[in-house]
Each structure stands twice: as C-alpha cells, then as structure tokens.
C-alpha cells in the first residue's frame, strides 16, 4: 500500500505524517506543484502552516496543482485524509462539508486529549470500535468546526460525524464538539487532532493514532489485521 | 539624520546614533577623512554595545571555551557540540530585549526568527527552541503593562515556532520588580548538522559573488541596534504613548518566508553551492556584509541598487542599515551563481547578486555607477575600541525590597500554598500551551513532565536542555548566584538523566558604565567560568544585552544559561513526577537550605541579603552525576531538581505532575521548619525509587529518606517548636496535610494572567 | 481602479475576536460599545471590476462563513 503525503510551502508536519503512514506501509511526499499523484492508493494531506495560513487557513493551498489531482481522485472515492491543516484544506476546496474558524479561546492551543469514536465504520476508523476513547494531541489556532444546521442534522443522520471530543476536552468550541468528519461517500476524512503524533511510544503519548493509518491500509489491502 | 547626501553629517549627528565624541574622532582618523552619511550610518551601529561588545569582550575572553564535544566555538552564527555519529548540535541563545518592550509580540517573535537564522546559518536544521523572559510583577500598578508584554511576547514566540514548524519545548518566566521598566526576552534554539560539514562565515576566494536571498529589504528596524539596543530606555517610555514613536523601528517577522529560506539554504548547502553563509540581523547588511569580511581578511562590494526593495525611494544608507527579516547573505563561486538563484526561485524567495568579494580590505558599497562609501574592514570591525570596566561593590543595596504579600500569621500550610500560587512557581501551563512541543516528532519529554526537554536521535540516544536563570539570586551575590544557576541547568539536565556537553549564556545587564553593574558584570562572569569549568560544559556561543535599565534602576544582573546535554538511551529519560504508590521517597545530595534570597523571602519583603552562602561546587557536581547515573540505570521513578520553593514545593510538584499524594515525615526541625522546608540551595534532589535503589544510590551521594508515594494528597509531619521569629512556626508535632485538588488550583494560578 | 473588499463572520456564528474586543474596550474607559465584529480588509488594483464578485466568492471570502462588501474607490461604492 502506499500512501501520497502532500507538501506545500509551510507545511510542518508531513515529515511526521510520512513517518507514521511508514509504519503501516510505502509512502512518499508530492511536492505541491505537481500533477502526478505517483501511484498514491491513498492521500494525506498534512498538517502546517501552508502559505502561512494567509487570507484563511488552507484557502491557498486548495488551488494547487497537486490538489486538483487529489480532488479528482476523491471523486472516484480514493481515500483522502486531511489532518489539521489538510482538514482546513478540504474544506476549502469543498470535499468536506463546513469550515473551521477561530478557536473559541482566541488562542494556539496543544494539548493531549480524549477523542470519542462516534462513527467505527467509515474507511479511517475499521480498526476502531464505536465508543472507544483515542488519545491524540491537538494543536491549532483555528479548529472551531462549524457548519449550519441543517447540514449538521444530514451529516448526522448520515454518519459524516466521525470522531468528537470527549466531553469537557475541546478548547475550539467545535458546535457538537466534532474532531473529524467525512463526506457522504465516505472516502474523505478530516480532522483537527493529529494521529501521525500518536504512533510511537517514545514521543507519543499513546498509539492509538495508528488505528486511523491501520484502518486505512485494510481499506486497501483489504487484508486483515 | 541630515537629509541630502551631499550635506557631510556634523559630530552632533554622530552623537545622536550613539557614537560618543572621542569614537567620532577615531572614525574620522581610521577614514583620513570626516565619514559621510552612509559610513557614518554603517560605523554608528557596528561600533555600537550590540554588535561590538564594546564593555564585555575583554571579560568573555577570559571564558572556556574548549571542550572534547566542541564542534564550533564562539565567534560563529552558533556554536556546536559532538552528539555522536557524525552529528553536530547547534545551539545559542540571544536577546530581543529592547524591542519587545515595545513590542511585545513583534520583538519575541523576530527575536526567534533570529536566533533560528543563525542556526540554520551553520547548516544545522533546527530541532528546538526554548524561551526565558522577564516581566514586572503581574499584580498591582505594574499588572497591565505587565499582562500586555507577558501576553504578546508568549503569542509571538508562539506564532514564529509553531508556524515554521520547530517546537517550542521548553523555557522560564519570571515576575520581578527590576524588569518593569525593563522586560527580557531570550530566544534560545538548537538545530542538527552533520559535523564535518558545518558551515563558516568567514568570505573567501576574490573574485567570489555575494548573493542576497530572502525577503525583500524595506525600513524595518531602521537605527534599530544602535537606538534601542545600546541606550537606557527613557523614564516616559513605559506607556505605550510614549514608546509608539519607536514603533517604526521595530522589525516585523514572517515565519512563512523564514521556512522557505531555511529549506532553501539547507538545500544549497546540502548541493555545495556555497562558500559561506551569514545570516542578516541586527544592523543588516552591514554586519553581514562587514564581518564575513573580516573573518575572511578579505574586502567586500556591495551595489544598493541590485538589492531587491519593496518600499520606493530606499536611500543607500537605508538599504545597507534595513533590518528586515528573513534575509541570509552567501558567497558563491561566480560558475554556481545560476543555480543559487534558480534553487531560490523554486522555493519562492528573492535572489539577487549584489556584490563581490575583492582582496582590498576595504568595505565599499555602490549606488549604481556611484560610490557612496568607502571603509577599511578592519576599521567598521576589528579596531572598534573596546573598554576596560570600573568595577566598584555598591555601598548600599540597589534594588529595594519587593512587597510584602504574605501575612505574617502564615501557617506552613498557608506558606506552601502561597508559594505554589506565587508567579514564580505556579504552573506554566498556560504559556507552554501556546506552543507547539511536539511538531518533527522527536520530543520525549514535554513541559512538566522532566526537569529538562528531551529530544531523541535517530540512533535511540537524546539530547536533553535547559535554560535557567535566578535574577535575584545573582543581584544578592552575582558570583556565587552565577555559579548557582549554572549548576541549576547542569542539575536540571541530571534530572533527566543527560551528561552536559556545552553551554550558552546571554548576559543581560544594567548600563556597564556605572562602576556597580560592572561590578555585577564583572562577578557573573567570574562565576560563570569557574563554573563551566567545573562542569566540564564549555562556552560554545552567546550574547550580551546591556544598558537594561532606566530611571527606576537596573534589571536583576541576569545571566541567561541554556545548556545541551546527552544520554545514550532516550527511553530511560527521567521523570519529575512520582510514578508509583509505594516508591520511598527521598532528599538526595548535599543540600543546605537558606532562606536568603529565597522565593518565601520575596513573598514575606525582605530586602536582598548581602551575598550567598559558598558552594562546594564538587559535592554539588557529584551528586548531579549520582543521579544522573541512577536515572540511566532506571533505578529511579522519577527525580527532580530542588529550586524556588525549596523541599515542601519540589514534592508538591512531584505529586502533581506523577497525580498522585505522597506521605513525608521530616522529623525534628528544631525550630527551622521554614528553612527546612522552603529554604533553597543547590544539590538538593527529590527521588522516587524502590528501597533497594535508594540503599544503592546511597553509595555515591547523602540520600535522606522522607516517606512514601501513595494517597491523593500531600502529607508533611513534622515535630520541633515555632520559629522565633513566628513566621510560619508550627507547634510541635505538626501534621500538614493538602489534598492534590487543593494543591492543583494553587498551582493553576497563572491561568488567571491569560484570560 | 482601487476597489476594497470588507470581510466579516456571517451573522450567527460566534465571533470570539469581536466578543474580546468588546469586552476590553470598557476596560480602557470607552462605554457604549455593542455590537463588535472582527473581519479582513483586501484592498487591490483591478483593470476589470467585474471580477471581484467572483474573486470573493472562490478565494477572497468563504461564503459558508463570511459575507463580504465590495467597495470601488474612485468614486462610488457597491455594496453586497
């Protein structure tokens, strides 16, 4: 299996995004200005800072040649994961459903926390189970998922809400306290929180980020555990 | 500054960029002529406190520097120490003091961008960075100035880091009256290289092409380092009224642009398309430009008009005096030329040829087809006359005593309290919150959960650091306070289990022209060599920032240490928090707690004392490395280094950070439960092991047994009389007891300083 | 032409910048504020004012979350 790590200009953490999908399969950055997706059997976009977060968080990187690569490749259901920065891009680019805004408390915020599976049958979450606590750390300035009503209530009725925070442990002030959504087909992900940084026991408090890598080579490999 | 360029500048114009009278007189000696406004420009800020070290060269001289780890010592963008297979550590802290005051988030956040600079500079991609800052008290008049600084520098640290993707792992603040007026901001940062292929500043080859790359040159921080940097801030400049005029000369960071200019430069060094490499930062072009000269013993040419500007109208002086951000400066053999500037269109920063390497000696500098300066090198550089200093012991005590803000009646258990709620002590949570610890995915250890920031190679071992520093213990006694800081770094470092390899300082002092800072100045870095010395942990690098002082007085003399530290195996990475119910707990070292100087002192107004007890510096040493030892052996379940607080707040925090209660039984005090229990020094350290491990620790340093982890609160028993004095006396046999809980929103106070 | 494109979080959505700002304004002894919002400013040259509708639209607002107000400089403004 092998997984597309994008890169842009002020991307941050798709070093470590390499790294982790490297622990379950090949993997290689694609540099943002091009096309070719290299025979990527699925994508990330990574965590950072891309165009330093200019006009809004990802609403640059949306329009690079190598998205519109992925965009097309979404639409044939290729699976596509956005984690931070990358779950901004999605939205931007309209392959996630709502927007991210300022954190509720104004601020940059790290910190460790519970995650709550809502959703264990989605391509990024097989290797979970619905209910079950993930601790993965979070660190953004604007993480607040917002979408209007009406669409929260479709996106609920159709499973699109993934992952939330436990109660009590969100800083952004998401409406619902959604961490990670996907689209109605399925096959694209995003979240705030970051799993690539909760892969290794050395420098992870946990390794329950690995079950979204995990989940994703079985989507592929179609191959147990 | 006069207005035309033909109008020859007047010795009052020299004097108004900070020149004094008799340095005026050697410039026109070293030109054969009155210098004109660009070279005066140039002479005001090379030969100015910032970039010349006019009061402090001769004392870092007498420094070590030498070490069996050192790579690259001072005089260097960074130095660099060993860290095994063919890496090098880069590391080096520096000050952004006067612009932060004012402004704050402006002057922390390029004060990274800086310090990053010279990291990469010597091609080593930056791994970390750590902050120490100073403010006023957070409570009464100073309360608002100081939550608008604290919370402007911990944002812009915060943006600069976690925007280029270096995570911000460590770092001190501190809360004391001196720094009010004065506010301190030292960035410090560490990077990895491979140690042969370093990179010097030094020009070379004439013939050679000087290549500009980065942002685009504009009038930030226009007279910045002579204005700011080498003069008092004035008595009305403390409001923000009174300091916007500075405003202008402030200069404004993109961390955006730095991360392409790092990427880019690690890739022309990693290609070797380069010769040298500076960094630009303070006085811009002209100290790049100037002391790649110098430490080649070359000449440079320099065309203004090739420099890529984004504000119109620029005058040359301008453009050689701009200390716009995010720009470096190399020297290319003229066959690379074309593959620097196209490498530096691939990642979307500006690269221009501005100039050439000659063999003349001598700086000139072009408009075009005009010459518009014309200096010897050795002249802008190494002739800047250096000052010997005068120094004298004050008669009388500087600084006055702080308020008094606990009650006299104070029980142990309200003293404890106070303590762990106090600036100085409470968690840093809400700053290091703002930070990114954990981005590139190397960090072991993150606040709070070690006395020192561990990060791990790729080959399974890990670096650990540390910046420390007690400004008020080195204003009551700057030798032995000095040397008590670098122990508290190196100790720090034991803690998690690292051996020191190197350290950094940034000396940040009052005006060195009064004979009492000197005297300060002068006692500091005594300590600090004696000290390095006896640590075996070498000077690789620094700086200095003096004249922090205004019309209320000097800051506390504070000499910044941030020390590099390894351990062979980053699993065994030590712990401060205690980690299993029924671990003995126990003090370990020589320690000798006093209450002079202490944090309980400030809290009860007491006025400085008049020196410091004397260290052993030995013992202290061996039993860091005791402990040290029984970490790497993972004899230990947690460790942590005594400091402001003494004993009662070290176990406090012990219990807090490992969420579980302990019991200590302290015997009889005799009447000195204050001391004992909140007294400070250096050597002390508290441990969590099993019993066996503590009877084997014993072999190489004191080891006291206290009590047992277990329970969810904190309990001291004692036995031993009031004090005399009645403060924080207890009766005999007393029993303190404070539930975690009660402890955690103590210890959570500083929250209240970010809402 | 000079045009300047004002951006502003959609009404209803919580506006935390807009909220902090009102809250401190007191504090500095200004009273009577309400209604306190923070938004963008993109001011830019054009040759054809037709194109800033579309601009907004794709990459200078995001219409989920944000309206935004066109206005042209010389001489005459246009509001959205």
Redesign the interface.
Known sequence: MKFGVLQF?????E??AL?AARLVGEAELIWHGERDLQGADAIIVPG??S??????AG??AR?APAMESVIDFAREGGPVLGICNGFQVLC?ARLLP??L???????????QLQLEVVNADTTFTRACTEGERLSI?A?HAWG?Y??DERTLAAMRDKGQVVLRYAPGQSFN?SLHDIAGVCNEAGNVFGLMPHP??AV?E??GESLDGLKIFESMRLAVDGAPA | MTAAASTAPTLQDALALGLTAEEYELVCEKQGAPPNVLELAMYSLLWSEHCAYKHSKKLLRTLPTEGRHVVMGPGENAGAVDVGNGLACAFKVESHNHPSAVEPFQGAATGVGGILRDIFAIGARPIAVLDSLRFGEPAGESATRTRYLLDGAV?GI??YG????VPTIGGEVYFEGPYEHNCLVNAMALGLGERERLVRSAAAGTGNVLVLFGAATGRDGIGGASVLASAELDAGDTSSGGDSDKRPTVQVG????E??LLECSLQLLARDLIVSLQDLGAAGLTSSAAEMASKGEVGIEIDVAKVPLREAGMEPFEVMVSESQERMLCVVEPANVAAVLALCER??VNGAAIGRVTDTGRVRVLAGDEQVGDMPVRALVDDCPLYDLAPQKPASPIYPPPPRTLHADATIRDTLLALLACPNIASRRPL?????????????RRPEQADAAVL?LADGSALAVSIDCNGRRVAADPYTGTVQTVLECAANLACAGAEPLGTTNNLNFGNPEKPHIAWQLTEAVRGLGDACRALQAPIVGGNVSLYNEGATGPIYPTPVIGMVGRMPD??AAGRLGFGRAGDEIALVGPFAPSLAASELAKLRGQALPDGLARVDVAAVHAAQVAVREAVRAGALSSAHDIAEGGLAIALAECCLAGGVGARVELGDLSGRAAEALFGEAPGGFVVSASADALSELERSAPVHRLGTVGGDSLQLSMAGGAEASGDAGGATGERVSVSLEELARAHARLAEL?S | MKARVLIR?KQG??D??GE?VQRALPALGFSGVANVHVG?L?ELDVEDAQQLQPMCDK??A?P??EDYEVQLLDGGADAK
Request: glycine share 8%.
């Open positions: 200009p002020g991307s941050c953490d070093v470590d790294a950072g800072f165009y330093g977060d200019y006009l809004r609403a640059i329009f931007e709502g927007a805004l300022v954190n509720a408390n104004r601020r940059f915020t790290f910190r750390p660190k607040r917002y979408a002030g690539e940084h290794d050395l420098t | 944002s915060g943006h976690n925007s280029i993707g993109d961390p955006f642009e991360k392409k990642w979307e290091f919150e703002q930070y990114d610890a954990i981005v590139q995915s190397r960090t072991v791990a980053a699993r970010f | 979080p959505i919580l935390p910048q902090a963008r993109v990459l200078l995001n989920l979350v």
